[in-house]
C-alpha cells in the first residue's frame, strides 16, 4: 500500500480550493504547533546550548562565566572513570541491543507459527516492559544476591557448583546489567518483529513452500529482510534506552563492584549533584549528546530515505 | 483492504505434534518460566516470613499466605523517619500520572495531527528536531529546566513535575501520532477540507474519534513511562510529591539493621501493580499501538 | 500596682500572640538507618518541645539527598535546613552568599573554649559561625564481636596489622569471615584512609590532607599503606560488593563476622540492636593510630529570605547546641558531643575512650573537612576501583590517587 504521507499535498493546496479561492496560510495549524515549537526551542535547543556554554566554564557548583576553553573536556578525558563509564556503556549497549533483538525476533517468530494460547504468550513475555527500571533493578538484585537468591538456593538444594553471582563480580557486573535489561526489553521487540511478520504475505509462505526451501532459510534470507523497518524501529528504540541508562544500574548495582557498571548518565548525576562539578557534568553531558547525534541521525536519515524508496517504487 | 495489524498468523495450521512443533512449545515454556521467574520470586516471597526467607529457598511456596509484609510495605514501611509506606508515593503517582498523560497525549496528538495533514511551513524541520530531541538523555536538561522551573515559580510543585513530563513526553507521543495519522487515507481529510470544516472542527470531529486506539495506546504508555520514571521525579517532585519509585527506593536503601526483604519485595510489586494491571487490561490495545505506531514511517 | 496590671496583661497577651509564630524548619538528612533515626528523633523532639515544628525531609543514601537538596538550593527554594560534613562542602555555599550564619546563636548557647578548637575552625568563615554542629565522628575504628574473638582464641584487641592479620587468620580458621566488609567506595575510602594514618602518622597526614603536600604520596610509607590496604581483600566474603555497611555492621552483630572497620557511627546500629560495648562487642582504634581522623556533622542553614524560618533555624541552632540533646543525640548516634562542659557518664566505654582523645586533642582532620567533594569523589573512585580489582599495581592506584588532587 501506497504511503499516504508521500502522496499528501500541503495543506495550502485545498486551502485554495476553498470557496472564497482565497489563499489562506494555516494559521491555526501554526497556532497548534507553537507549544511544540515552545518546547523545542527553549528546552530542547535552550537547554542544549546553556549545557554546551556552561562545558566551556569553570563553573564548579553554580554556574560561573569564566571561560575555560576546553579545559573541562581534557579534565573529563583524563579522568578514568570517565573512560570506564564509556568502556561499560559500549559492552552494555552491544549485548542489551543484540540481546533484545534475538530473543525478541526468536519469540516472535515462534509465536507467530500458529501456537495455541498466542495471546497467553504475548502478554507473560511483554508484562516485563510495563515495569519500572527500579523495580527490574530491584528485582533482578535480589535474585543474583549470592546469600538469599538463585545460588543460594541452588546450593541449598545440593548444587554446590551452580554460581550466579555476577552483581558481586567486577568482570560480569555490566552483563548482569544487560541481563535484566534484556528481559525488561525482548518483549517489546516480539511486539514489533510480529507485526512486521503478520505484514508479510500470506502468498509469500506458500510460494516458499512451494518451492521447497527449508524454513530457516526463508526467514533468514527472505523475511528478514522484509522486517527491515520493524528492525530499525526496535533497534532504535533500544539504543535509545540503553544511552539513558541510568535507573536500572542505580536500582541494580549502583555502580559497583568497584567501577565496573558505572555509565555515562550516572556519572554525570554524580558529577553534577554529588560532587558539585558543573563543569565537569556539563562536558560529561556534551559528549554524551554528541555521541548520540552521531548515532541517531545517521538512522533517522536512513530510514527516512528508505521509506521514500519504498513508497516511490510501489 | 487487508487488515493492518492481524491479531492471528494466516498461515495454514501445521498438523499434529511432530518434532519440530514440540521444540517449538517447548521453547516457549522456557522462555515463559525466565520471565515470569523474578516476578513469582517477588510475590512468593513478599508471603513469607524473614526465617523463611533466610532458609534461602526462593522458589518454594510461603508456608502460609502471611499479609503483614504487605500491610507494612503499604502504610508503615520507613523511608527514613517517615514511617508512612508507600501509600504517600501512591497517591503522589495517581496525582503526576493522570494530568500529565493527559496533557501529553493531548499535545502529541494534536501535533502529530498538524504535522501529518496540515504541515505548515517548517514542519520537517520541527518533527526531525522532536524526534531527534526524543535521543537527548535526560542529564542534559537537569541543570537548566531545574532553573527554568524555578524562574517560573513552579520548581517542587506538582504542576512543576507535570509540566516537565509533558515537555519530555512530546517525541514518543507525537511520533506515534503522526505516524497513526499517516495511515489515515487523506481523502477523508480533504473531503472535510472541501465542506469547509476549519482545523480544530476537523480535529474534534474526524481526527479524535477515529484516533481513539492510539489514544488509548499514547495513554498506556505514557501512564506507564510516567509512572515508572524515578530521575524526574526525584529531581522535580520535591517532598511533598514524591512519586512511588523514589519513595520505593527510599525504602529499600533504609534499612534498620535487618533488611527486611518480604516487606521490600511487598513493595515492589505495589509500585508496579498499576502500570501491570492497565497493561493486562488493555491486552491487545498496547501491543497494537506500539505496532501501528512504529512499524509505519 | 493594680493600675500596671491591665497594660502588663494586655501587653503579655499581645506578646504571646506575637509569639504564635511558624517556627516550620524543614530539616533534609539522610540519617536514615536504624540508630540514626532515633539519634535524629532526639533533636526533633526537643525542637518541637520548644515551640517548633519539625518536618522531615529524608532522603535515604546521602548522594540521592545531595541532589535533591542541591536542586531546590539552585531553584532558590531550599530546605530550612541541611546536615553536612562541617567543610568545603559548605563553606562554597558560604561564599556564594547562599547561607544563614548562626554566630549569635551559637554564641549565646556555648561559651568560649567548650568546642574543640579544630571543629571552631571548620564552622567558622570570616569570622561568623554558620553551622551547628552535632558531633564528631571518627573514621578509623575497628568494631569486634567478642563471641567471635573468644572464639578463635584472640585475647586482645591487635594493635598493630602484624597482629591484626594473625588475629584474622585465626578467626578464618574458625570458620568465620574475618573482616564484614561493605563494599561501597565511600566506605572503602574511610577504611583506607584509617590504613595511611597507621603508616604515614599525624603530621604527615595534616600535611597531605590539609596543606594539599603532594610529596607525601610518593614516600615509602604511603606505598606501605596501600599494600596493607590490599592485603584486607583476602579477609572479606563473596558478598561484601555493594553491601550497604549496617549490613555489614549486622554481620558483626550476629557474631557472623569477626570485625568491621569503619567509622563510629556504626555504633548506633549495636546500641538499637540491644549490644552492650565491652560485653557484647568492642572497639578499638584502627591498628597503629593514636588519633581519631575526625569528621564533625553539622546542621545548615540556607538563605530563606523569610523571617519566620530564619527564627526557626536558630531555634534549631539552639536545639542542637543544648547539653542535655547533644550529650542524648550522640549516645545515639555514636559521636563524641562537640561540647567538653557536659556530663559524659551515660557513654559507654568505647564513646568514653574517644571523649578522651578528643579532650587531649589527638585529633587530626578527615578529608571531607579539608579537601572539595571532588577531590574526596576522585578519591573514592579510585580506592573502590583498586579494592575491586586484585590486578590493579600499587603504582597505578598511587598514580591515580594523586591524580584525584587535581580535582580543585
Known amino acids: 500500500m501506497a504511503d499516504p504521507s508521500a502522496a499528501r499535498s500541503p495543506a495550502s493546496g485545498p486551502a485554495r480550493s476553498g470557496a472564497t479561492g482565497r489563499l489562506r496560510l494555516p494559521v491555526a495549524a501554526l497556532a497548534a504547533l507553537a507549544p511544540a515549537w515552545l518546547i523545542i526551542l527553549v528546552v530542547y535547543l535552550g537547554t542544549t546550548v546553556w549545557t554546551v556554554q556552561l562545558s566551556l566554564t569553570n563553573s564548579r557548583m553554580l554556574p560561573s562565566n569564566e571561560f575555560a576553553g576546553l579545559a573541562q573536556y581534557q579534565r573529563l578525558f583524563g579522568t578514568a572513570r570517565w573512560s570506564i563509564s564509556i568502556h561499560n556503556l559500549v559492552t552494555f549497549g552491544i549485548v542489551y541491543v543484540l540481546g533484545a533483538l534475538v530473543v525478541g525476533s526468536l519469540l516472535a517468530i515462534a509465536v507467530d507459527r500458529r501456537v495455541r494460547f498466542e495471546s497467553m504468550w504475548r502478554t507473560v513475555f511483554l508484562y516485563p516492559y510495563a515495569l519500572s527500571f527500579i523495580v527490574t533493578g530491584l528485582m533482578w538484585q535480589w535474585l543474583m544476591n549470592p546469600e538469599i537468591g538463585i545460588q543460594a538456593t541452588m546450593r541449598a538444594a545440593g548444587l554446590g557448583w551452580f554460581t550466579f553471582d555476577w552483581t558481586t563480580r567486577p568482570d560480569m557486573a555490566i552483563y548482569a546489567v544487560s541481563l535484566a535489561g534484556i528481559w525488561q526489553s525482548a518483549g517489546l521487540v516480539m511486539v514489533l518483529m510480529l507485526a512486521g511478520l503478520r505484514g508479510i504475505d500470506a502468498d509469500l509462505w506458500r510460494a516458499t513452500r512451494i518451492e521447497g526451501i527449508p524454513m530457516w532459510r526463508t526467514y533468514l534470507t527472505i523475511v528478514l529482510p522484509q522486517l527491515g523497518p520493524s528492525l530499525a524501529t526496535a533497534f532504535m528504540l533500544l539504543t535509545m534506552g540503553a544511552v539513558r541508562t541510568f535507573d536500572l544500574v542505580v536500582a541494580l548495582t549502583n555502580g559497583g563492584p568497584g567501577q565496573s557498571t558505572e555509565v555515562p548518565a550516572k556519572f554525570i548525576m554524580d558529577s553534577l549533584f554529588a560532587r558539585q562539578d558543573l563543569g565537569l557534568a556539563t562536558a560529561g553531558a556534551t559528549v554524551m549528546l554528541v555521541t548520540v547525534m552521531a548515532i541517531a541521525v545517521p538512522i533517522l536519515y536512513a530510514r527516512d530515505i528508505w521509506a521514500r524508496r519504498r513508497s516511490g517504487r510501489l | ?297 | 500596682m493594680r493600675r500596671l496590671l491591665l497594660p502588663s496583661l494586655t501587653a503579655l497577651l499581645l506578646v504571646s500572640t506575637a509569639q504564635a509564630q511558624d517556627l516550620t524548619a524543614e530539616v533534609a538528612h539522610s540519617w536514615t538507618s536504624g540508630g540514626e533515626a532515633a539519634a535524629v528523633k532526639v533533636i526533633s523532639d526537643a525542637f518541637n518541645a520548644k515551640g517548633g515544628k519539625w518536618v522531615d525531609w529524608s532522603v535515604a543514601g546521602f548522594e540521592n539527598a545531595n541532589a535533591a537538596y542541591v536542586s531546590r538550593l539552585l531553584a532558590g527554594d531550599p530546605p530550612t535546613a541541611k546536615t553536612a560534613v562541617a567543610g568545603p562542602e559548605v563553606t562554597e555555599l558560604v561564599a556564594q552568599g547562599l547561607m544563614n550564619d548562626i554566630d549569635a546563636a551559637f554564641h549565646q548557647a556555648v561559651p568560649d573554649g567548650v568546642v574543640p578548637q579544630v571543629v571552631l575552625n571548620a564552622i567558622t568563615v570570616d569570622g561568623k559561625v554558620y553551622m551547628a554542629p552535632t558531633g564528631i565522628h571518627a573514621g578509623n575504628w575497628m568494631f569486634y564481636s567478642k563471641p567471635v574473638f573468644e572464639k578463635a582464641g584472640i585475647t586482645a584487641a591487635p594493635k598493630t596489622w602484624d597482629e591484626f592479620f594473625a588475629a584474622m587468620d585465626k578467626i578464618k580458621a574458625a570458620g568465620i569471615t574475618p573482616i564484614a566488609w561493605g563494599g561501597q567506595s565511600w566506605q572503602e575510602g574511610i577504611v583506607f584512609h584509617g590504613v595511611v594514618l597507621s603508616t604515614i602518622g599525624n603530621a604527615a597526614y595534616a600535611k597531605l590532607y590539609t596543606d594539599k603536600d603532594l610529596a607525601v604520596i610518593d614516600t615509602p610509607e604511603f606505598a606501605q599503606a596501600v599494600k596493607t590496604f590490599a592485603r584486607l581483600r583476602d579477609y572479606v566474603d563473596a558478598g561484601a560488593p555493594g553491601r550497604n555497611w549496617n549490613d555489614a555492621t549486622a554481620m558483626v552483630i550476629k557474631d557472623e563476622a569477626g570485625v568491621q572497620l569503619l567509622s563510629d557511627f556504626i555504633k548506633g546500629e549495636f546500641t538499637t540492636a540491644g549490644e552492650v560495648a565491652g560485653t557484647d562487642y568492642g572497639c578499638a582504634l584502627t591498628p597503629g593510630t593514636d588519633s581519631l581522623i575526625s569528621l564533625a556533622d553539622a546542621f545548615t542553614f540556607p538563605k530563606t529570605g523569610n523571617a519566620d524560618k530564619d527564627k526557626a533555624q536558630v531555634l534549631l541552632a539552639e536545639t542542637v547546641l543544648d547539653p542535655t540533646v547533644q550529650a542524648q543525640f550522640s549516645v545515639l548516634k555514636g559521636s563524641v558531643p562537640i561540647r567538653t562542659d557536659i556530663d559524659t557518664s551515660g557513654f559507654d566505654s568505647c564513646a568514653q575512650e574517644a571523649i578522651g582523645l578528643v579532650k587531649q586533642d589527638k585529633i587530626v582532620l578527615d578529608a571531607a573537612m579539608t579537601l572539595s567533594p571532588a577531590i574526596n569523589g576522585a578519591f573514592k573512585d579510585a580506592i573502590g576501583a583498586f579494592f575491586a580489582d586484585p590486578s590493579m599495581s600499587v603504582e597505578a592506584f598511587i598514580g591515580q590517587y594523586k591524580a584525584a588532587f587535581a580535582n580543585g
Open chain 2, 1 to 297: 483492504m487487508q487488515d493492518p495489524f492481524p491479531s492471528h498468523a494466516r498461515g495454514p495450521r501445521p498438523q499434529g505434534l511432530t518434532l519440530p512443533r514440540i521444540g517449538l512449545y517447548g521453547l516457549l515454556v522456557v522462555a515463559a518460566l525466565f520471565f515470569l521467574l523474578p516476578a513469582y520470586v517477588m510475590i512468593v516471597t513478599s508471603f513469607k516470613s524473614m526465617d523463611e526467607i533466610r532458609a534461602a529457598q526462593i522458589f518454594a511456596l510461603p508456608h502460609m499466605l502471611d499479609w503483614s509484609a504487605w500491610s507494612k510495605a503499604w502504610s508503615s514501611a520507613c523511608a527514613g523517619v517517615n514511617c508512612t509506606g508507600v501509600s504517600v508515593g501512591f497517591f503522589n503517582s495517581v496525582k503526576i500520572t493522570i494530568p500529565a498523560t493527559i496533557l501529553s497525549v493531548l499535545l502529541g496528538a494534536v501535533t502529530g495531527y498538524a504535522l501529518s495533514f496540515w504541515r505548515p511551513p517548517g514542519s520537517k524541520l520541527l518533527f526531525a528536531a522532536i524526534t531527534i530531541g526524543g535521543f537527548i538523555p535526560l542529564q542534559i536538561f537537569l541543570f537548566p529546566v531545574v532553573r527554568g522551573t524555578a524562574a517560573l515559580g513552579l520548581y517542587n510543585s506538582l504542576a512543576g513535575i507535570v509540566l516537565v513530563h509533558v515537555i519530555f513526553g512530546l517525541p514518543l507521543t507525537t511520533l506515534l501520532f503522526r505516524n497513526y495519522y499517516a495511515s489515515i487515507p487523506v481523502e477523508l481529510f480533504k473531503a472535510a477540507r472541501v465542506d469547509g470544516a476549519g482545523f480544530w472542527r476537523i480535529f474534534v470531529s474526524l481526527m479524535l474519534p477515529l484516533s481513539l486506539p492510539m489514544l488509548i495506546v499514547a495513554g498506556l504508555m505514557q501512564m506507564t513511562g510516567i509512572w515508572n520514571d524515578f530521575l524526574l521525579g526525584l529531581v522535580f517532585a520535591g517532598r511533598d510529591n514524591l512519586p512511588m519509585t523514589v519513595q520505593l527506593n527510599n525504602i529499600v536503601t533504609t534499612t534498620t539493621g535487618q533488611r527486611e526483604y518480604n516487606v521490600h519485595m511487598a513493595a515492589t510489586v505495589l509500585t508496579a501493580i498499576v502500570p501491570l494491571v492497565a497493561y493486562f487490561v488493555s491486552g491487545r490495545w498496547f501491543v497494537r499501538g506500539i505496532t501501528a505506531g512504529s512499524v509505519k514511517g
